[in-house]
């Protein structure tokens, strides 16, 4: 599936059910956020989706913190496609819980 076709799904979906964030989906038991980057320390997490950016926070794992050390926003086409891949499946699964409280 090529990058353009990723996006389009990931933006329809968000078109009908609205943005959500990765801790609204629970995938494998848990939830989890797509990495973004990492550097050092350092680890970047796609964690909100609107219909056209995503949300990163920057945290330090090491810190025990759950808190962002800062946060910025790209556009979809700036992401990895395997990134991307990852933010579909948790799209189709917000999808899915909406499809299901709302039946």
């Known amino acids: 599936m090529s990058k353009k076709t990723i996006i389009e799904k990931i933006k329809e979906i968000i078109s009908n059910y609205g943005p959500f964030g990765s801790g609204e989906v629970e995938q494998d038991g848990g939830t989890y956020s797509p990495c973004v980057a990492s550097m050092g ?43 991307l891949k990852e933010i579909l499946k948790l799209a189709k699964g917000y999808a899915e819980i909406q499809e299901e409280e709302n039946a």
């Open 41 to 83: 320390s350092l680890v970047s997490l796609a964690e909100y989706f609107t219909g056209d950016k995503v949300e990163v926070n920057i945290y330090e794992p090491e810190s025990f913190s759950s808190d962002a050390m800062d946060t910025y926003d790209l556009v979809y086409e700036d992401l990895k496609v395997s990134t």
